[in-house]
């Protein structure tokens, strides 16, 4: 079944020429939009200015970005099972389609088919190419749009594609000897469209055709004075009308047009092609853009990427190869346009002057004008086959004359921006340049240092290609660098890399190929861009930066895309956004060029207080009991995040944990120690239950020595670092390093008399003595922070310990105070409504009942237990929870259900670094296993537990036994 979409006239969607419903006017607005840009990203912002530009504070306005998104989820149910799709990209938005399915642009490839196919060649092919496509341009493009901005762009559009395809076929009407037609096709364009010489030249043709020699006397005089009035340039052909129809009483041959046969140069101004390296996709893809050998060609090719990514060695490699020099042999142009040079960029005006001449043209002659230029150079190329690249363009403004004048030619052109308009107005196709991959990389780096010295030593030569990112200027710069000085060790070079990367090479060094990006960004986009390199890691999202610059939200948005379209960021999914390795360093460069620091120091300060107070929001939300440190003295005044719930906070914590780790370390490195130690001390148990305590670890180390320097002037931090610590090394079963460090905080603490980080000390240590085997010390210790915790009045921490005692109880064999203990627990919680608290007291009640063989009781604790604990996240305890079910289901003679929960429970265990608890998990599940008979399933599960330990682990001689009993005697 066929699918049309159109936006010439109204926006439609026909399915088998039945029309798609589209009710609201902003959807079909928003969808015209994307099919006119048609697998191009379009930005939030130019849909609503575009769309919702009768806002009167679009930029700031969140009603207008919801509704944005309220319509895109409409835009998206109406294409639903259609083929297109339509997705989020960075602060965008992207519709994949076939273009060919879209009227707008299938227009687009039939006038470009005919530009190349030429009047002079085959007018019939031309006439019969553009005929009917004419036809289908019936009303005036995006009707649905109202806007100013948008009549705007309807303007552009008819200049770009409508008016040069009546010209074409106007003229390929006279070349066939019917002058009627086009003066019937003329009657469809706005006689304002008269004064462009080229529609003039034709209707006077037409008339002169048609006998009517006055009528045309009349226009000719007409069309002159109009364009002497406006200062336009005058060409030689209206001048070559106007002496035809001037009377002469000499003769009586009527006139008839003048046919123009030109002879001209064919230029070949390609450089030389460069050795290209592991570019065979890329290769591909522009011949994929090119028509079959027999079909016409033309066209706009954008190659976009990052500076020092290749785009000119791709093209001139490409322009050089054997196919081309067939496909053009009217010539192939090439002008480099300096736009990211250390000067102005190339002019327009001198570039077309330049190819007038290399195509024949006296520079005497030259019109003086840019736009008479234009008109002269699409003169003479009308019909030629002609390949031209215009490398290194700044933007859509600084290559338009070039286009307009070249149009018909196929053109290739390099860019460190993105040109989202080219693909509506020059039908032009995007292709990123991106970074080559490590296999390439690898490739072409081991050529030029030798063999031996990359396989000498593996682990620089790999961290060398992992720091030049696939840049092929930085891989050139590094192989050069590295063959230069072929004494040194690869592991020397990677010591003084990234810096002396970025700045090596007396030619084209990758800071000044970097600069020449940068430099010609807004002051605003500037700052942004070396603000960033204050942020601690490569990713980040937009709030993250609007903290880092000071800027709003939406001017940060605004200035991200204007970063993108630079090439100097990439879009990640979810609105972030990452800096490859060398641009970030670039930025940190840029950052530290201020000779006092005080630039650097404002902006460290300000993303530190941002992901503190972050952190702490999101913290509160996962455990809204918990009582966080005091805040530093002073602290920015910032735009916060804040959370729906628990799964918001847990998903941004996860995000961001790279970032949160990365801030903890430059905190300590620049000395702002009192933001330092309190992000890492937000962290909780979060990290533990996203299975990176190890990461987490690290960073409170390093927290510790940052409250170790400021302990004259916050005493506590150091003892309050080294609880968490302790806890953290008790979360991973370093269990003498959790020890360790809980006996120095507690001697602390003491010094202080800070009865609250005593308890807080004594509880942990109850809990660690459980682990360690002496429970009766478990007893006393946590009956001492009981009794602390009570008399200071803290009920969370109180129901915190009824679970610790509960524990312990059962462990020294009294289940009636552990039972006792462990309902007081819930009932606190309960009333306090602290669902961990609740959670964890019937947990731990569920493991009692089951000893005591009450597994009706022990089954709906567990139950309980995990509704509650699933609410909170807590990952551990919900693993903790599908065990005790599993065993207590079990006990009941479940086994589905059993073997369900105790596979859950290995599967969340198997995600941290606890192997005990994993190891115990399936045992659980083998036995249940076995009870069904599968014992095969069952021998597989022991033999994962027995690998999971460590050699040696006094588990492990059981769990042979176990093994041996199944049939087999050791893990596969």
């Not at 440190?629 to 719930?645: K, M, N, R």
Request: with cysteine.
């Amino acid at each position: 079944m066929t699918v049309e979409f159109k936006i010439l006239g109204e926006t439609r969607i026909l399915v088998g020429g039945t029309p798609v419903e589209l009710k609201r006017n902003r959807v079909r607005c928003l969808l015209a939009l994307l099919l006119l840009h048609a697998n191009t990203t379009v930005s939030r912002d130019r849909l609503l200015h575009l769309v919702w530009s009768s806002s009167t504070a679009v930029d700031s306005s969140q009603v207008d970005r919801s509704s944005l998104q309220d319509h895109i989820k409409l835009v998206r149910r109406s294409i639903k099972n259609l083929p297109a799709s339509l997705s989020s990209v960075g602060a965008g938005y992207r519709l994949d389609v076939e273009k060919k399915l879209i009227d707008y642009h299938r227009f687009g490839d039939v006038l470009a088919a005919a530009r190349s196919v030429g009047v002079g060649r085959d007018p019939a092919r031309v006439r019969d190419l553009l005929a009917p496509v004419v036809d289908l341009w019936d009303a005036q493009p995006l009707l649905d749009l109202k806007s100013q901005r948008a009549e705007s762009l309807r303007e552009e559009m008819i200049k770009d594609r409508f008016l040069p395809a009546c010209l074409l076929l106007a003229e390929s009407h006279l070349a066939l000897g019917h002058p009627g037609d086009v003066l019937a096709l003329f009657d469809r364009v706005e006689a304002a469209h008269d004064v462009d010489q080229r529609f003039a030249v034709a209707r006077i043709d037409a008339l002169i055709g048609l006998g009517r020699h006055e009528d045309a006397a009349s226009l000719c005089e007409r069309t002159l004075e109009d364009l002497s009035k406006r200062g336009r340039f005058i060409g030689p052909e209206i001048q070559a009308r106007q002496e035809l129809l001037r009377p002469s009483p000499q003769s009586s041959v009527r006139p008839a047009p003048i046919p123009v046969a030109v002879e001209m140069p064919r230029p070949q101004q390609l450089p030389q092609a460069s050795n290209l390296v592991g570019r065979a996709d890329l290769l591909a893809k522009l011949d994929d853009a090119m028509p079959a050998e027999h079909e016409p060609i033309s066209g706009v090719i954008v190659l976009h990427s990052a500076g020092g990514c290749g785009k000119t060695a791709l093209a001139v490699t490409w322009a050089h190869r054997p196919p081309q020099l067939a496909r053009f042999p009217d010539g192939r142009l090439f002008v480099d346009l300096e736009g990211y040079g250390p000067g102005r960029p190339a002019d327009s005006g001198q570039v077309l002057a330049d190819f007038l001449v290399s195509f024949g043209v006296d520079p005497d002659a030259i019109p003086a004008r840019l736009d008479q230029r234009v008109d002269r150079l699409r003169e003479l190329l009308a019909g030629k086959r002609v390949l031209a690249i215009l490398d290194n363009a700044r933007d859509e403004a600084h290559i338009r004359p070039l286009l307009d004048a070249l149009s018909g030619c196929h053109i290739l052109v390099t860019s460190r921006n993105r040109f989202e308009d080219l693909t509506v107005h020059y039908g032009a196709e995007e292709i990123e340049v991106g970074p080559l991959t490590v296999e390439s990389s690898r490739r072409y780096l081991t050529r030029g240092i030798g063999s031996p010295r990359a396989v000498g030593d593996p682990m620089a030569f790999n961290a060398l290609i992992d720091l030049c990112g696939g840049i092929p200027l930085a891989l050139r710069i590094l192989r050069a660098r590295a063959s230069k000085q072929r004494s040194t060790p690869l592991a020397a070079l990677l010591e003084e890399e990234p810096r002396h990367l970025l700045e090596y090479g007396s030619n084209r060094p990758l800071s000044v190929v970097f600069s020449g990006s940068y430099e010609v960004l807004g002051p605003e986009t500037r700052w942004l861009f070396r603000s960033l390199g204050g942020h601690p890691g490569a990713i980040f999202g937009v709030e993250a930066a609007a903290a880092v610059a000071d800027l709003s939200a939406e001017a940060t948005r605004r200035n991200l895309e204007l970063l993108v379209e630079a090439h100097l960021i990439e879009p990640e999914v979810r609105g972030r956004y990452r800096f490859h390795d060398l641009l970030r360093e670039y930025a940190v460069g840029l950052l530290d060029l201020d000779p006092t620091g005080q630039e650097r120091t404002a902006v460290v300060r300000r993303i530190l207080d941002w992901y503190l107070l972050v952190a702490r929001n999101a913290e509160s939300v996962i455990n809204p009991t918990r009582e966080l440190d005091p805040l530093p003295g002073e602290v920015s005044t910032l735009q916060l995040l804040t959370f729906s719930g628990v799964d918001d906070a847990m998903g941004w914590f996860e995000r961001e944990g790279p970032n949160l780790f990365a801030a903890v370390e430059a905190g300590h490195t620049c000395g702002m120690d009192a933001q330092t130690w309190r992000i890492a001390n937000t962290f909780g148990d979060v990290f533990y239950r996203l299975g990176q305590a190890d990461r987490a670890t690290r960073a409170l180390e390093t927290a510790l020595a940052s409250a170790r320097r400021i302990r004259e002037n916050e005493p506590a931090a150091e003892f309050k670092v080294l609880n968490n610590l302790g806890f953290s090394y008790m979360n991973q079963r370093r269990n003498s390093d959790a020890f360790r460090v809980f006996r120095l905080a507690y001697s602390g603490f003491e010094r202080m008399d800070h009865a609250e980080g005593m308890a807080s000390i004594l509880a942990n240590l109850a809990f660690l003595e459980t682990r360690i085997g002496d429970p009766q010390q478990a007893v006393v210790l946590a009956e001492k922070s009981l009794d602390i915790y009570t008399r200071l009045n803290k009920i969370l921490e109180v129901g915190q310990l009824r679970v610790v005692l509960g524990i312990v109880y059962r462990m020294v064999g009294d289940r009636s105070n552990a039972i006792g203990s462990l309902w007081l627990a819930v009932g606190i919680g309960r009333e306090i409504d602290a669902l961990q608290v609740t959670g964890d007291g019937l947990l731990e009640l569920s493991v009692v009942y089951l000893e005591m063989k009450e597994i009706d009781l022990s089954v709906s604790c567990a139950s309980d237990a995990l509704a509650l604990l699933t609410q909170v996240k807590s990952g551990p305890r919900i693993a903790a929870a599908h065990l005790a079910l599993a065993k207590a289901l079990y006990g009941q003679s479940d086994l589905v259900a059993a073997e369900r929960h105790a596979g859950a429970a290995v599967h969340l265990l198997r995600l941290r670094p606890d192997a005990e608890a994993a190891v115990r998990a399936l045992e659980i599940l083998s036995d249940v296993l076995i009870a069904q008979d599968r014992l095969a399933e069952a021998r597989e599960a022991t033999g994962l537990a027995i690998e999971l330990l460590a050699a040696g682990h006094p588990l492990q001689a059981d769990l042979r036994s176990k093994l041996a009993a199944l049939g087999t005697t050791s893990p596969r």
